[in-house]
Every structure is written in structure tokens, then in C-alpha cells.
């Protein structure tokens, strides 16, 4: 409804980002090729502005819809894309999330050297900006990566270290998410 009273050309601002988050609730409720084609105005639309936040949060968007969808290569395409824009704008949030996602599509696509390399970055950066909840994913990656790739010692070790943080934090969550990382 607030799509449709907008005018594209007297708020263009408002209306992307109202297309971004309408695209936002599509995907969330199973929508996937409705939540696509808002996305896609929505990037347009951030693109003309200039509003490169704005691209870089949609290509992550359009990079969950396509994960959803096991569309791995375009999900990398458009998060490879994200990654480069919040390094232009040296946002270490916005680049700490996108290597995030990032970092699970090169897993389920099995290239875990790259994300392994990824998720270092994404460490120091969790470390940077002393984001606990980032630190305690990069933990986890690095212990899904090195038991999937059979490195048994190097699992135990992150593992460890997901538990004395989790502790350290007092995170519940993290404390479940490591208890079920055990078994």
C-alpha cells in the first residue's frame, strides 16, 4: 500500500527504501520471487541515488534470497559485490556482516580455503570493533571449517575458545550453540 502511494521521482530516497524492506518481508515470508523483483527496483533505485549503504545492504538481500533458493554462485556474486562496496565506504560493521554471509555460502559450496581466509578477517574485525556476537560466529565457522575438512585438534581448539567466550560473555545462546557443537 506504501509502495503504491509513493511517486518514484518526488522521494526517491524513501521509496528504495521502502522496496528494500518490502523485499525484506517477501523473502521472510516465502516470497521469493516477489521479494526478488522489489530488491531488484529497490538496487536500481540505491544505484541512481548513489547511496552505496543502501546498494551494499540490498545485494545482501538479494544474496539471501538467492541462498534460499540454492543459487550459491549468484548469493556469492551478490555478496562478493556487498563486501567491495562496505570496504569502499571502510564501514568494519557492515563488512564484518557481509564476510558473515559471505563466509556460509563459500561453506555450502564447499570451498572452505576461501572462507577459511575470510573468516580470519572477519575475527579481526569482531576483535576491532570488540563485537562479541561476531567473534563468537567467526569461533563457530572456524570450527564447522576444520571439522569438515577432517582437522580434528584445530576444531577442539576453536571449540574451546567458542566456550571461554561464550562464558566470558555470559552469552546463553553461545553457551546452547557450544553445547550442541560438542555433540
Given at each position: 500500500?506504501?509502495?503504491?502511494?509513493l511517486?518514484?521521482?518526488?522521494?526517491p530516497?524513501?521509496?528504495?527504501?521502502?522496496?528494500?524492506?518490502?523485499?525484506?518481508?517477501?523473502?521472510?515470508?516465502g516470497?521469493n520471487?516477489?521479494a526478488?523483483i522489489?530488491?531488484?527496483a529497490?538496487?536500481?533505485?540505491?544505484?541512481?541515488?548513489?547511496?552505496?549503504?543502501?546498494?551494499?545492504?540490498?545485494?545482501?538481500?538479494?544474496?539471501?534470497?538467492a541462498?534460499?533458493?540454492?543459487?550459491?554462485?549468484?548469493?556469492?556474486?551478490?555478496?562478493?559485490?556487498g563486501?567491495?562496496i562496505t570496504?569502499?565506504?571502510n564501514?568494519?560493521l557492515?563488512?564484518?556482516?557481509?564476510?558473515n554471509?559471505l563466509i556460509?555460502?563459500?561453506?555450502?559450496?564447499?570451498?572452505h580455503n576461501?572462507?577459511?581466509?575470510?573468516?580470519?578477517?572477519?575475527?579481526?574485525?569482531?576483535?576491532?570493533?570488540?563485537?562479541?556476537?561476531?567473534?563468537?560466529?567467526?569461533?563457530?565457522?572456524?570450527v564447522?571449517?576444520?571439522?569438515?575438512?577432517?582437522r580434528w585438534?584445530?576444531?577442539?581448539?576453536?571449540l574451546?575458545?567458542?566456550?571461554?567466550?561464550?562464558q566470558?560473555?555470559?552469552?546463553?545462546?553461545?553457551?546452547?550453540a557450544?553445547?550442541?557443537?560438542?555433540l
Open positions: 500500500l506504501i509502495e503504491q502511494s511517486n518514484r521521482h518526488s522521494d530516497e524513501l521509496m528504495a527504501d521502502v522496496l528494500h524492506l518490502a523485499g525484506r518481508i517477501e523473502q521472510t515470508n516470497s520471487e516477489q526478488r522489489k530488491a531488484e529497490a538496487l536500481t533505485l540505491f544505484e541512481d541515488l548513489g547511496d552505496l549503504l543502501g546498494a551494499a545492504k540490498t545485494h545482501s538481500l538479494l544474496a539471501r534470497i541462498n534460499h533458493e540454492a543459487r550459491y554462485g549468484e548469493a556469492i556474486h551478490h555478496l562478493e559485490t563486501l567491495a570496504r569502499k565506504l564501514f568494519p557492515g563488512i564484518g556482516a557481509t564476510l554471509e556460509y555460502a563459500l561453506m555450502a559450496q564447499g570451498e576461501r572462507a577459511w581466509e575470510l573468516n580470519q578477517e572477519l575475527e579481526q574485525i569482531a576483535l576491532d570493533i570488540d563485537y562479541t556476537a561476531m567473534l563468537l560466529a567467526s569461533k563457530q565457522f572456524f564447522d571449517m576444520a571439522r569438515a575438512q577432517q585438534e584445530t576444531a577442539e581448539v576453536y574451546q575458545q567458542h566456550l571461554e567466550l561464550a566470558a560473555s555470559n552469552n546463553g545462546r553461545a553457551l546452547i557450544n553445547r550442541l557443537l560438542t
